[in-house]
């Protein structure tokens, strides 16, 4: 198994930036594809970001493509993302997420998730 621990949510203004972290701990972090969704009040959790095992494929949902960016550090065993140009519409619960099978975009495929951030962007 394997345990995340999101951080860096918080109120910006539009047009600002955050950078979230979401640390793992448990079985070798190499192992797991890792995706960020999102999840506003009354609407479905969403993709967000994702990126492979090795950190070379990224995939963006099409509406955060060229403002966010998804990265990870071996090393430290995190996952980022950064987001740029930050929108009102962006306002929501920000959940890290892993997966031992294929990059995926789909909820239902990933097995593990932390607790979510809470990113609230003013207009």
């Known amino acids: 198994q394997v345990q995340l621990v999101e951080s860096g949510g918080g109120l910006v203004q539009s047009g600002g930036s955050l950078r979230l972290s979401c640390a793992a701990s448990?079985?070798?972090?190499?192992?797991?594809?890792m995706g960020w969704f999102r999840q506003a009040p009354g609407k479905e959790r969403e993709f967000v970001a994702g990126i492979s095992s090795g950190g070379s494929f990224k995939s963006y949902g099409d509406s955060v493509k060229g403002r966010f960016t998804i990265s990870r550090d071996s090393a430290k065993n995190t996952v980022y993302l950064q987001m740029n140009s930050l929108k009102p519409e962006d306002t929501a619960i920000y959940y890290c997420?892993?997966?031992?099978?294929?990059?995926?975009?789909?909820?239902?495929?990933?097995?593990?998730w932390g607790q979510g951030t809470q990113v609230t962007v003013s207009s």
């Open positions: 448990g079985r070798t972090f190499g192992d797991y594809r």
């Open positions: 997420a892993a997966r031992t099978g294929p990059n995926s975009y789909r909820v239902s495929d990933y097995d593990y």
